[in-house]
């Protein structure tokens, strides 16, 4: 009995047999090799893999549960934003293990381009897509380039998955994450970069929060950021972890769950709050909870945030203390 559509099968009976899983599905499976795979394959086989994952994505179909299985023998280059529009597709890197936080084999980059249309590595749109298992960067230079993932789906999921917007370190608006999503859920990912040094005051965010960025109408609301790691190197008292400017910049929750914030030791200055919203939300509540933050000064000082933890004393809540 036939349970893939590729040759003999990744599963028995619904069982992954592939490190990290590949789901049974009813949809079609695409393998793509950037390596040594070709946009003349079917796409069907590890063996027969495609090379990019734009030609990948061109060839599923909107709510047929296609999966495009990135192959992590080398980074998967694109020449332009990929722009995810159509629903209920799921990319996987595939790997030695079930999932890391970081350093995923499978990894998506933009590079170098000229399109002022070409604002993050990836723009999500679509509804109830996955994302798992994969290293998202951009290391582009275009001025409009700010941004690395761009979401404006709906219940999407991003799982054991690291964003890292390597450039625009000085730009106040820029950020690894832009989150205007419609219940979408965040969870053992790591999001920013300890490496290199957020540079001056500015508050170029881990996670930016602005109505409307990735599309008319697309806006935060009832998401959730569950086990994750925002990684940092400030420079500045200004530099922040999460950012909204606005007073509608989320809609009813805005859930920061079990999260830690973690500015290095190497860095230049201690962040005055992770997570702050320039205006008392007037359409939502974002609640910390059970978080951890190591080398900031607070967790949040903005009206309207609520701070859950072991000490409840609000400026003070989720501190780290050193041994």
């Known amino acids: 009995m036939v349970l893939t559509n590729f040759p003999n099968g990744v599963s028995s009976f619904g069982i992954p047999l592939i490190g990290n899983g590949v789901p049974a599905t009813k949809g079609n499976v695409y393998w793509v090799d950037y390596g040594s795979g070709s946009d003349g394959n079917k796409g069907k086989s590890p063996s027969n893999a495609f090379k990019t994952v734009a ?11 296609d999966v495009i299985c990135l192959i992590g023998n080398s980074t998967h280059v694109l020449t332009e934003m990929l722009t995810v529009s159509k629903n209920r597709v799921h990319f996987i890197g595939i790997d030695g293990t ?30 109830r897509n996955s994302f798992d298992n994969i290293k998202f960067t951009n290391e582009n230079t275009v001025e409009e380039g700010i941004y690395c993932v761009v979401e404006g789906g709906e219940y999407t999921m991003y799982d054991r998955s690291e964003i890292y917007k390597s450039t625009d370190l000085d730009v106040t608006g820029a950020a690894e994450l832009v989150m205007n999503g419609d219940s979408c859920h965040i969870r053992n990912c790591v999001i ?72 290095t030791k190497l860095a230049a200055a201690l962040p005055a709050q992770c997570v702050e919203f320039a205006a008392e939300q007037t359409e939502g509540f974002c609640l910390i909870d059970g978080c951890t933050s190591i080398n900031n000064t607070k967790l949040s000082t903005t009206t309207g945030v609520y701070i859950q933890g072991t000490v409840p004393t609000y400026a003070t809540s989720g501190i780290s203390v050193a041994a």
Do not use: P
């Not at 030609?55 to 549960?65: F, G």
């Not at 381009?113 to 990836?122: E, L, W």
């Not at 508050?203 to 599309?215: F, Q």
């Open 55 to 65: 030609y990948a994505y061109d060839r599923v179909t909107s709510n047929n549960d």
């Open 192 to 263: 920013g970069s300890t490496a290199n040094a957020i540079s001056g005051a500015v508050t170029r965010a881990n996670v930016l929060v602005t109505k409307g960025l990735a599309g008319a109408g697309k806006v935060s609301r009832d998401v959730v950021f569950e086990n994750c790691y925002f990684w940092k190197r400030a420079s500045n008292i200004a530099n922040r972890f999460f950012y909204g400017a606005n007073a509608t910049d989320i809609e009813r929750m805005f859930h920061i769950k079990n999260c830690t914030f973690f500015n």
């Open 98 to 127: 079930y999932g890391r936080y970081y350093g995923q084999n499978a990894k998506i980059s933009l590079g170098v381009t000229t399109a002022a249309t070409d604002i993050g590595t990836m723009k999500n749109i679509g509804i």
